[in-house]
């Protein structure tokens, strides 16, 4: 593309007598010029107002080049398509002879040069060899006659030998840079457009955004085709240049995904760049011992690794009829995008390497987002500055943990990715343009895609967050080693003060000196005190992570307030609800005895019954949520497990009575066991677990006892709790990896039109509990319904 403007050489569309004839109409403009041989150089010494009007009077008369060394065109296709409005031939001759997939296919882009400009001329030179080139022009005013109709307007098209290098030669002989590209290139075949008469200010600022916006529209080197786009203006040659074009060499990781349709597998590529190798060999080889590919020092080395997974198992959908079909009309695609980090960390607990943030930002705000590429061709507005159309902020802020604080948590931020989505129109012929070309339209197919890109996104997020934990947890263990250390030494300084203090004392009073038995007796003495001072340390000491709990715990306490007033008020209205009683003696007493067999009279009596029902229910909720909050609830203390789980049957009683399910509790331990929890913590396991079984029990399609079980045991000197139900079992979709049923914000619950409805959150929240009370959970095969086994150590090791 090349640009040129008219300030200093007069073009061939304006010849020196028009220029004349307008200076001698305009003296301003006349005087501002001077000339010299067949240019007119301009004066220094004008004024705005006679800038203004040159400008508005030359910019008539710069030209647009547009140039390629592609196939050019023949007679045939210039007559019946390159003017014809809405011709699709592309949409059956969609590859080209060397195997490229044609771009456009409405028939409609090619009047973008009436856009762009008054005047169009085309030189173009086939691979016809037989055939002569073409010369094409137009004037596009005559579709602004109007008197005149579409079918009289006419462009000129003339047969005539044209050798387009060295046309290309003539036009630019005095702009090496462009004479210099030409050579190094074939021009056997292309096409040239002149574009006169621009409709726009093609100022150096708008140049400047042109140039800009060819960077994020032409394919990226990763997609490695052999196309490139070079900007010129002809005014200023040393500017711009060749567009260059998106290309990450420093980056944290690396991700490509290729989905195969036809099998509808997902190859994927993974690569690691984020740490510090070197210091993980010498800092943190030992966390690696017990580590499983691809999780192991060797895989960590080698930085690259591939899995194969199917469509299915990555989105976490049935491997039904549905879903196939689903994913079979998407068709089969790549996805490849970096995660790189803009803001180096200073955080000890990860060996990250070295990065230059500065150049890392300058990359983003240039190639940042996550881009859609049709046949290597850019599909706006995917990627652009403000269009984060898979929402990956809002998935982030849902869950703004760490990367290596718990496992699964963490997710991606948009400034911290950019990807390239390659599709096609031969392969996903369903993902269709909107009318105006603006974007793809919303439909199901499109819905399927950015559900796949985020399932794939999710495995690299998992991935880091497997990587990084192990981190994490070393961290924590030294930074409590260092915590204990600090303890310890400031606990020795104050027992020698207190025992120095009290020597001098019994000196200066008693006049005594110390003695070998005296300083074995002091030596305990100080023993003593320093055990006594850590014990105080240990109690009142708080680390940044206990003041993070804090200030969690506060926001649950504010929560926990709100909920105590809307339980209180639902109490007043549940206590209002008491004068049902009344309402039936009045109804009873002032409906006469011979009309008590009314159909009316029933339909009363019914209706009181159904609000006493509904009291009943609401009474119901209404107290657990008022005894879920109660201070007795938020203090550790031993857990009596007859009381515990008496309690939570009675709480769940009449919802489980609802729905005809059973609840069995049977406990085996006959002494009190020594283990100190939270009761919410015990609360947050079973009303999760128990609300799992009631969805369970609402999709069952077969008629059978509803029956929820829990066994408490002794087992090894542990607590055992067993818990099941005869429910749909473990969604199918966990049955290959059933411990990801733990993972946050992982659910099998969708609606109809297969869009997330649970939070994924309940099964995560039990793994959590169980976890902070030193306690294991896993899942159980079972022939039928769910399985869980949960065991708790009976003396429970704290280090707070």
């Not at 011709?87 to 997939?101: I, M």
């Not at 200073?346 to 390497?353: F, G």
């Not at 290597?376 to 990956?392: A, H, Q, T």
């Not at 990587?467 to 947890?473: D, G, K, R, S, V």
Request: hydrophobic share 35%.
């Amino acid at each position: 593309m090349v640009f040129d403007t008219v300030f200093d050489n007069i073009p061939a569309t304006l010849s020196l007598a028009e220029f004349k004839a307008y200076s001698s109409r305009n003296k301003q403009i006349g005087k501002s010029y001077i000339l010299k041989g067949n240019k007119y150089l301009l004066r220094h010494d004008l004024s705005d107002r006679t800038n203004r009007e040159l400008l508005a009077f030359f910019f008539e008369y710069n030209s647009l080049y547009i140039i390629d060394n592609g196939h050019g065109m023949n007679k045939e296709t210039i007559l019946n398509h390159w003017m014809v409005i809405g011709t699709g031939n592309k949409e059956a001759n969609h590859t080209s002879d060397d195997g490229r997939v044609r771009t456009g296919a409405k028939g409609i882009g090619r009047f973008a040069l009436d856009r762009l400009g008054v005047f169009t001329e085309m030189w173009t030179v086939s691979k016809d060899k037989k055939a002569n080139g073409l010369y094409w022009s137009m004037d596009w005013r005559q579709f602004d006659l109007p008197e005149q109709s579409i079918s009289e307007v006419e462009a000129l098209l003339e047969e005539k030998p044209i050798d387009l290098g060295a046309f290309l030669q003539e036009c630019f002989s005095e702009t090496p840079r462009i004479l210099d590209l030409i050579s190094q290139k074939s021009f056997s075949t292309g096409t040239v457009l002149k574009i006169s008469g621009l409709k726009d200010s093609w100022a150096e600022p708008n140049l400047a955004l042109v140039y800009k916006s060819l960077e994020a529209l032409i394919p990226p080197k990763e997609l490695a085709i052999p196309f490139s786009v070079s900007f010129f203006h002809l005014q200023k040659p040393k500017q711009f240049g060749e567009v260059e074009t998106a290309f990450f060499n420093d980056y944290d990781y690396r991700v490509y995904a290729k989905f195969n349709s036809n099998d509808l597998s997902i190859d994927l590529t993974i690569t690691r760049d984020e740490l510090d190798l070197k210091k993980v060999k010498k800092e943190f080889i030992h966390i690696f011992k017990n580590a499983k590919r691809p999780f192991d020092i060797k895989t960590l080395e080698k930085k690259e690794f591939k899995i194969k997974k199917s469509a299915t198992d990555l989105l976490r959908w049935e491997d039904d009829e549905y879903s196939k079909n689903v994913l079979t009309r998407l068709g089969s695609l790549s996805f490849l995008f970096y995660f790189i980090k803009t803001i180096g960390s200073q955080k000890e607990a990860y060996p990250y390497k070295a990065i230059n943030s500065t150049e890392r930002r300058a990359v983003f705000e240039r190639f940042g987002g996550i881009k859609i590429y049709r046949d290597s061709f850019r599909v706006r507005p995917y990627g652009e500055i403000g269009n984060d159309w898979l929402k990956l902020g809002e998935r982030a802020g849902i869950s703004p943990a760490g990367a290596g604080q718990r496992i699964g948590d963490w997710r991606v931020k948009t400034h911290q990715i950019a990807g390239i989505v390659n599709i096609s129109r031969i392969t996903n012929p369903h993902l269709i343009d909107k009318s105006d070309r603006g974007a793809l339209q919303e439909n199901e197919t499109f819905e399927t895609l950015k559900q796949l890109l985020i399932a794939v996104i999710y495995e690299f997020e998992l991935d880091r967050s497997k990587i990084l934990n192990p981190f994490y947890e070393a961290s924590q263990v030294q930074k409590e080693l260092n915590r204990k250390a600090e303890i310890r030494a400031e606990a020795i300084k104050l027992a020698d003060r207190i025992i120095d203090q009290r020597s001098r004392v019994e000196e200066k009073v008693y006049g005594t000196k110390a003695d070998l038995f005296k300083s074995v007796k002091i030596a305990e003495e100080k023993a003593v005190y320093q055990k006594e001072i850590e014990r105080s340390f240990e109690k009142f000491d708080k680390s940044d992570d206990d003041d993070a709990e804090v200030a969690q715990v506060r926001t649950l306490a504010s929560l926990g307030l709100i909920v105590s007033s809307f339980a209180h008020e639902l109490k007043e209205a549940r206590n209002n609800f008491d004068d049902i009683q009344e309402l039936e003696d009045i109804f009873h007493k002032i409906v006469p005895d011979e009309k008590k067999k009314a159909v009316d009279y029933k339909d009363g009596v019914n209706i009181i019954e159904l609000l006493k029902r509904e009291n009943q229910k609401i009474s119901h909720w209404v107290d657990y949520a008022l005894t879920a909050i109660k201070r007795d609830k938020r203090k550790r203390g031993a857990v009596n497990f007859d009381k515990y789980f008496t309690g939570l049957n009675k709480s769940w009683e009449i919802a489980l009575s609802n729905r005809n399910i059973k609840l069995e509790i049977r406990n085996t331990i006959k002494s009190p066991p020594n283990f100190k929890a939270f009761e919410m913590d015990l609360n947050t396991i079973f009303n999760n677990l128990i609300s799992n079984s009631i969805e369970a029990f609402n999709n069952l399609r077969e008629i059978r006892d509803r029956k929820i079980r829990i066994a408490i045991s002794s087992f090894k000197a542990n607590i055992q709790i067993v818990y099941a139900d005869n429910g749909t079992g473990l969604p199918k979709v966990f049955k290959k990896n059933p411990e990801e049923i733990f993972l946050p914000f992982t659910t099998s619950k969708r609606d109809r039109e297969d869009n997330d409805i649970g939070t994924g959150l309940g099964m995560y929240l039990v793994k959590s509990v169980v976890s902070d009370n030193n306690g294991l959970v896993s899942i159980q095969d079972s022939d039928i319904g769910f399985k869980l086994r949960i065991e708790f150590p009976t003396q429970k090791k704290r280090n707070k």
